[in-house]
């Protein structure tokens, strides 16, 4: 998750949603809280934060009820 959240790329959306689902990560705190334990020091940047918000909304918004 880490490592894809980092890249960012167009091509790491699916697996990056796919990973939110997988992991019932529903907020972006709990994937900066691993980035940051994976690779200390590292903050996301602006791009890599909106790629993750907008798989979060994804995710979420299309079974809001996936985590009980």
Known sequence: MAQKVRAARAKDR????????????????????????IYPGECLSERQRIVLDDCLGEVWSADPGAVG
């Open 14 to 37: 699916g697996d990056i949603k796919l990973l939110l689902r997988h992991l019932k990560v529903r907020t972006a705190e709990e994937v900066i809280k691993l980035v940051e334990r």
